[in-house]
């Protein structure tokens, strides 16, 4: 006894030194403030311990994460993600980290910030420009030809030559930049409400267009020089935009089937989604008369390489991934809603995960039969020594089998949780404390003889569990029951709510105690310590003797089956508490599925590890 105080003592000792050293971790405020909670818990030290290990590790992967975003981020959005800035990142090992993340995650198919906005350097190719001589001997002609089909390039013929077309200037801003200022009004709106139902990919795809938009608008409102050179001058800051829209070739199709889908439902735009399309197929694509952005962009590069081309001569496709579907590419607000959506989804997610963890402690008792239902026989095993009759014939009338129940229940109830247990190779001795159980075997004696005045009154009550189930559930109106059967199953009811309490008290004890074969202790049971972790429960491998269910089994396993007859019983007689849980497991397992498809949609992949590596410790913990 004296060594496995020293045991405890010097594991209790490594667990504070731990904490120790935790505590004295640098963090920042906010962290700092998490682990004060954590240290002001409730909880056992070592639960502190792994709760702080687990927080850190999460704060460590949201360092490499703010490196990732402030290397993607510049101006405005830089400053405004600096002020969220941790301070006690170190910049060396992080930027390691940042490089092993970039390249894990790129090997699995997702891009970052970091690795598109290197990627988006070279997509544009700049034609080399050809000398005057090669341009009339191998060019001037095919671009005479483009020139004819066109109105975009104008040409002469005396000192060969190509310009642009003189209502160009005039066609831009009043079509184009028109175009592009209706659409950047539409475009906000997706970027506010589009991260709900779109994936980070399609949703950022369509945020390059938009950006495509609103550089658009601004270079056309801005001043600058007029004719030629200054038109050049706004093509060229509108160029990559629209060629990052290029990119891939279905990426213009993609955006037009977003819109539409984002749009769709929506009361304010959905009778205007062709419009919004015809808009968008003018921004993108080329038009019969060839008057459009694209044509114009072609065209600026024609006369600057003095070189015949089209669209795919100015990109270069080769170059990687350059949309990121790490992350939504969203504003700081609407970032602002997608955290507290994340947030309200793992709170959910919590709730989800208490729910099913309370139905699987609840089935770990439950007896099964081959087909996977569950198996009832253990009720008419548990009359044996009691009752002489077999109660599978009554079974189907819950009245009778109801009173006969009790009668067994109320025997096995008594000889294990209050009167002294009789064993093979050892005294009588109490596994609990006289007044642990008091209160429920009170009432259970109440119940009994209830139903059995009851059944002397009427023993020929028919009552299916089909017809109890609806008079639990108020689907019978008053006129349907009569006195006898609305008090027999309010009965009923009684012992099958006192079965699921009885059950959950031991089912804690029982989960809480270390119940190692190798360990045995003569205290018995107590209020006072019958919640706390890691207390044994008395005489747990003692060999029961007893004319019941009992004999033969040691302690562990008398009250595991003390526990399921509790369970099984609880739901035959359909108490509301155990059959709601029990029946609503498949749909609960469906709605954890749907909010981790959420959250992978949501969170960054880092983070989405990060939840379902929780998920699958709380899950293994069943």
């Not at 962290?31 to 002001?40: C, H």
């Not at 066609?171 to 184009?176: H, V």
């Amino acid at each position: 006894m004296n060594q496995n105080n020293n045991d405890t003592l010097n594991k209790e000792g490594e667990l504070y030194v731990k904490l120790g050293n935790l505590m004295r971790k640098k963090r920042t405020e906010d962290g700092r403030k998490t682990v004060e909670t954590i240290l002001n818990l409730n909880i056992p030290t070592a639960e502190k311990v792994q709760k702080i290990t687990d927080f850190d590790a999460t704060s460590h992967i949201g360092s490499n994460l703010y490196l990732l975003r402030k290397k993607s981020f510049s101006g405005e959005a830089a400053a405004e993600n600096d002020k969220t800035a941790l301070s006690d990142i170190d910049e060396n090992t992080s930027i390691d980290n940042e490089k092993i993340i970039n390249d894990t995650l790129a090997s699995k198919g997702i891009f970052t910030p970091v690795i598109v906005k290197e990627n988006r350097k070279k997509i544009q190719k700049f034609p080399k420009r050809r000398s005057y001589l090669f341009f009339l001997v191998s060019e001037f002609f095919r671009i005479i030809k483009f020139t004819c089909n066109s109105s975009v390039l104008r040409y002469k013929y005396f000192l060969p030559d190509i310009k642009l077309s003189r209502n160009i200037e005039r066609f831009f801003s009043e079509n184009i930049k028109k175009t592009a200022d209706e659409l950047a009004q539409v475009m906000h709106y997706i970027s506010e409400t589009g991260w709900m139902t779109l994936e980070k990919f399609e949703y950022n795809l369509l945020m390059e267009f938009r950006a495509l938009c609103e550089k658009i608008s601004a270079i056309t409102g801005e001043p600058s020089r007029g004719g030629e050179s200054g038109m050049l001058i706004r093509i060229r800051r509108v160029e990559k935009y629209f060629l990052v829209c290029h990119y891939r070739e279905n990426y213009p199709e993609k955006i037009l089937s977003l819109v539409e889908k984002t749009l769709k439902g929506n009361s304010r735009y959905s009778l205007k989604i062709k419009e919004i399309k015809d808009m968008i197929a003018f921004l993108l694509y080329t038009q019969p008369d060839n008057l459009s952005l694209q044509a114009i962009i072609v065209a600026f590069n024609i006369i600057e390489s003095r070189t015949y081309l089209v669209l795919d001569d100015l990109i270069n496709r080769n170059r990687g991934e350059i949309i990121s579907n790490f992350e939504f590419n969203a504003h700081t607000d609407v970032a602002e809603n997608i955290k507290e959506a994340i947030h309200k989804n793992i709170d959910n997610l919590n709730c989800k995960l208490d729910e099913k963890r309370r139905i699987l402690k609840i089935k770990f008792f439950m007896k099964l039969n081959e087909s996977g239902g569950y198996d009832f026989s253990i009720l008419n095993s548990a009359a044996a020594g009691i009752i002489t009759e077999d109660l599978i014939p009554v079974m189907p009338n819950v009245a009778l089998f109801g009173y006969a129940m009790i009668k067994c229940y109320l025997v096995l109830f008594e000889e294990l949780l209050l009167k002294p247990v009789t064993f093979s190779d050892h005294e009588p001795a109490l596994l609990f404390d006289g007044d642990f159980f008091q209160a429920e075997h009170v009432e259970l004696q109440n119940i009994f003889n209830r139903m059995e005045k009851l059944s002397k009154q009427n023993n020929c009550l028919q009552i299916t569990s089909e017809r109890l189930d609806q008079h639990l559930k108020n689907k019978l109106t008053i006129v349907n029951r009569t006195k006898l059967e609305i008090e027999t199953i309010q009965d009923i009811d009684r012992f099958s709510s006192l079965m699921y309490n009885v059950g959950h008290r031991l089912s804690v004890i029982y989960m809480n105690k270390n119940i190692a074969p190798d360990t045995n202790n003569d205290a018995v049971v107590t209020a006072d310590h019958a919640n706390k972790p890691g207390n044994e429960l008395p005489f747990i491998v003692n060999k029961i003797v007893s004319q019941h269910i009992f004999s033969g089994k040691s302690v562990a396993e008398a009250i595991y089956l003390l526990i399921s007859i509790s369970y099984m019983a609880a739901y035959y007689f359909r108490n509301q508490k155990i059959c709601l849980l029990l029946d609503n497991i498949v749909k609960i397992k469906k709605e954890i599925d749907d909010i981790m498809a959420q959250l992978k949609r949501l969170a960054d992949p880092l983070h989405y590890e990060k939840i379902e590596q929780i998920k699958s410790n709380s899950e293994k913990e069943n």
